[in-house]
């Protein structure tokens, strides 16, 4: 299984261009991927530099035939002429899509910066081997408080989610709602954390959950032992990013998965974001 990650700024590069064909070429130039997972896709949003309002969730979409978009909405509020404005992150998936979640992560009250809600969008898919978790997310620029409290929704969400896998001797209600479908505890998620590999949340997503209930591994660390993170910030654009470039997008596997880990990439040679995309690749 190949799965790319990418923040893409609503699909603007550092030309200024706003192209979401561009975004899709790019990845397709990367790898012949099974998963997308984007984060920062707007509709509705013509006060974003060089973009006209378009949704991008349905341009996106239509450049990708025979994949299942997954919306994850975070903002999602009353635009002019009674039309939603959405921001959130977004799934391609073309394995087949068993189940979707939609959590919105925590956002406690930060009066001194600004801040905005944030969104997790799980999907259950279909995988060769079995039903696999993918879950991506952008965490808080601005405020550590609310990207502290999100890192612990996160690891919540973990641990829901295992105590669902092992939840299976109630009546499943066959064809009705209450229908038990898969979840289980391995998992895959991917984000821009808007944190540093030094930072001690980064260590803290790590951290040992429940017994029984597996932890999340950094893919980059188990591909690559020993080998500092590329960076995937402000490698090209430093207008908005002058100082040296960073990693702050990273692809997390739970540690059951790591034998299946065969590599991590990052393109370091795109600047259709200011972001670089990450691929995972994964035996199944």
């Known amino acids: ?5 990418w923040n893409i700024q609503w699909c603007r590069g550092c030309d200024g261009a706003v192209d979401p064909a561009r975004i899709v070429r790019v990845c397709r130039e990367m790898a012949d991927f099974d998963v997308l997972c984007f984060q920062e896709v707007p509709r509705n949003y013509p006060e974003l530099e060089g973009s006209r309002g378009e949704d991008q969730f349905a341009a996106l979409a239509a450049e990708l035939p025979g994949f299942t978009p997954i919306k994850g909405i975070a903002v999602d509020v009353l635009g002019a002429n009674g039309a939603r404005r959405q921001f959130g992150n977004a799934i391609f998936s073309r394995l087949a899509v068993l189940q979707i ?29 079995g039903p696999l978790r993918v879950t991506t997310t952008h965490l808080a620029y601005y405020s550590a408080i609310q990207r502290a409290a999100q890192v612990e929704g996160l690891r919540g969400l973990q641990a829901e989610a295992a105590g669902h896998a092992a939840d299976a001797a109630h009546p499943h209600k066959e064809g009705g709602p209450f229908q ?26 790590q951290a040992p959950l429940a017994a029984g209930v597996p932890a999340y591994s950094d893919a980059w660390r188990i591909a690559h032992p020993g080998q500092a993170h590329q960076a995937t910030l402000g490698v090209y654009d430093k207008e908005q990013w002058p100082g040296e470039a960073f990693c702050c997008d990273f692809i997390f596997v739970t540690e059951d998965l790591a034998p299946w880990v065969e590599d991590v990439a990052v393109n370091g040679a795109t600047d259709a974001s200011d972001h670089q995309p990450v691929l995972l690749r994964l035996a199944d």
């Open 1 to 5: 299984m190949q799965l790319i990650t």
């Open 101 to 129: 979640f939609r959590h919105l992560l925590p956002f406690p009250a930060d009066p001194d910066l600004p801040g905005m809600q944030r969104v997790a969008v799980e999907a259950v898919l279909g995988a060769k081997s």
């Open 180 to 205: 038990t479908m898969p979840r289980p505890a391995s998992a895959v998620l991917t984000a821009d954390f808007n944190f540093r590999p030094e930072d001690p949340l980064y260590e803290r997503l």
